[in-house]
């Protein structure tokens, strides 16, 4: 039996395309009534799915008709049913982000991958960093820092040099964008329950941006961080291929 099946699809030619072709094939039920939601497109664009399902509680499984496709399962336009009966559902919790501006206004969002402060301008950013309240870091001096949840490590994390976390790891990565100091910083493991804190040093001459999975508020001087234990995102994956095995496999490429 067919479920009632959510076809989404980002405006990609290959991603509009496909969705025609699905919705013709399997019917396309309103989100309401939705047992699932199949997204057409990239990992931006699951991102965006999961942020506009939030709170449904809906499983979310999503075929590639964009670049890298991490998130997102091979594209077939058979067997779609079966499929979805068979796959694998990996359960996140994304990343809270509270962001306090110049003006003393405070700007919350949620980060499914991770949450960056980037320099906005040709200065160096400089940081420091609170763990649980405890200062652990008097001045980082660098590009920008960054905190990864273990499905988002393969991403900008990973290309910052950051490791790639375990899917069960209950851990997060905080990991510097070219440190300058101190020099060569690797960065830090912590608990998924730690609640990281970075002040902005010299906002006015070093300007800082804060992201949340490509949603910006600029001109910050101080970044809260923590885990949002409460709002969960449900994947679903081809059996075989779950999360955790793809981040198992990106070590070994």
């Known amino acids: 039996m067919t479920p009632r099946i959510h076809f989404t699809a980002s405006n990609a030619e290959l991603a509009e395309a496909a969705f025609g072709r699905l919705v013709q094939r399997y019917g396309h039920h309103p989100l309401e009534r939705a047992e699932i939601v199949v997204a057409l497109g990239g990992d931006g664009f699951m991102l965006q799915t999961l942020h506009a399902t939030q709170g449904r509680g809906l499983p979310v499984y999503g075929m590639n008709r964009g670049t890298v496709g991490f998130l997102m399962n091979a594209y077939s336009e058979d067997d779609l049913v079966a499929r979805l009966s068979a796959a694998e559902e990996t359960v996140i919790n994304p990343l809270r982000m509270r962001a306090t501006r110049k003006d003393g206004t405070v700007h919350e969002m949620l980060a499914i991958n991770e949450v960056s402060m980037l320099r906005e301008g040709p200065q160096a950013a400089k940081l420091r960093i609170f763990?649980?309240?405890r200062l652990r870091m008097e001045e980082l001096v660098c590009d920008g820092a960054l905190i990864s949840t273990p499905a988002g490590s393969t991403a900008y994390n990973y290309s910052a040099h950051g490791p790639i976390l375990p899917i069960d790891s209950e851990v997060l990565a905080l990991t510097a964008i070219a440190p300058f100091r101190p020099r060569r910083w690797r960065g830090a493991l912590l608990p998924k329950a730690a609640r990281v804190e970075v002040?902005?040093?010299?906002?006015?001459?070093?300007?800082?941006?804060?992201?949340?999975?490509?949603?910006?508020v600029r001109h910050v001087t101080r970044v809260e961080i923590a885990s949002a234990a409460d709002v969960s995102h449900r994947l679903l994956f081809d059996h075989g291929h779950g999360l955790e095995e793809r981040l198992l496999r990106e070590q070994f490429v």
């Open 131 to 133: 763990v649980d309240g």
């Open 199 to 216: 002040e902005v040093l010299s906002p006015d001459r070093r300007p800082i941006m804060a992201d949340a999975d490509s949603r910006s």
